[in-house]
C-alpha cells in the first residue's frame, strides 16, 4: 500500500518542525508592560519577538540581552526580561532584601526596564542559568516596529563592579559577535 504525498510529508515535516522549534527558535507574543519602552511600548501595540534558542545553547548571556526564562516563582510561567548582571557582578538592588548582591556563579541579575512594574530580580533574586530557554534577537511584528534588540544595559542599571567572565566564554562570545556583524507562544509576563 502506497502513502499518499501528503501524509509522507506530514510524516517527515513534523519532527524538522518541532527540530526547528526546539533547536533554533520561535517567535512568541510579548504581554504586559514589564519591558516597556523596548518591547510593547504603548497600550495599543503587542510585540512579536524572534527567540533564539540557538543563542543561548552554551548559557552564553551578554549583560543587555533581552532574554526569555522560567520564572522562578511560576515554573509554569515564562518572562521576558533585560540581564542587568552577570556573575561576580556587584548590582545595587531595587527594593530586594538587600541593598546590594554579588551575583553568585551560574547565575545573572534580570530586570525589566519599566521599573517598578516588573517581577524580576528585585523580587526574587539572581536567576540561574538553567532557567534561561532563549533570546530575543528580533521584533517581527506588527511591520512598523521590524528592528533588531540591541543589547544594552541602561546606564541607571550598570553593575556597581564587573566580575571576571571565563576566558573560553568571553572569547568565544566575541568571536561570534565578529562574525555576526559581517554577516506563538505568548511571553511577556510570557503566557
Known amino acids: 500500500m502506497r502513502f499518499p504525498t501528503f501524509l509522507k510529508s506530514l510524516l ?18 510579548v504581554e504586559g508592560v514589564s519591558m516597556q519602552p523596548a518591547l510593547n511600548p504603548d497600550a495599543t ?7 533564539s534558542r540557538w543563542a543561548v545553547r552554551n548559557m552564553d548571556v551578554q549583560r543587555g540581552d533581552i ?13 521576558i526580561k533585560r540581564v542587568v548582571a552577570l556573575q561576580g557582578d556587584v548590582i545595587s538592588t531595587l527594593g ?14 534580570v530586570e525589566g ?8 530580580s528585585n523580587t526574587f533574586g539572581p536567576v540561574s542559568l538553567g532557567l534561561v530557554t532563549a ?13 533588531q534588540l540591541p543589547s544594552t544595559v541602561p546606564k541607571t542599571r550598570e553593575p556597581i563592579a564587573m566580575g571576571k567572565r571565563p ?23 510570557v503566557h
Request: hydrophobic share 35%; net charge neutral; glycine share 6%.
Open 12 to 29: 517527515l515535516g513534523v519532527p524538522v518542525g518541532v527540530t526547528l522549534l526546539d533547536c533554533v527558535g520561535y517567535v512568541a507574543r
Open 45 to 51: 501595540v503587542t510585540d512579536y519577538v524572534f527567540l
Open 67 to 79: 532574554i526569555s526564562l522560567i520564572s522562578p516563582k511560576d515554573p509554569t510561567q515564562k518572562i
Open 96 to 109: 530586594y532584601k538587600l541593598p546590594y548582591v554579588t551575583v553568585p556563579e551560574g547565575h545573572c541579575w
Open 113 to 120: 526596564d519599566h521599573t517598578g512594574n516588573s517581577l524580576d
Open 135 to 147: 533570546r530575543a534577537t528580533q521584533i517581527v511584528w506588527p511591520p512598523s516596529r521590524w528592528q
Open 167 to 189: 576566558a573560553a566564554v568571553a572569547s568565544s562570545r566575541s568571536v561570534s559577535n565578529s562574525s555576526s556583524s559581517s554577516s506563538s507562544n505568548p511571553i511577556g509576563e
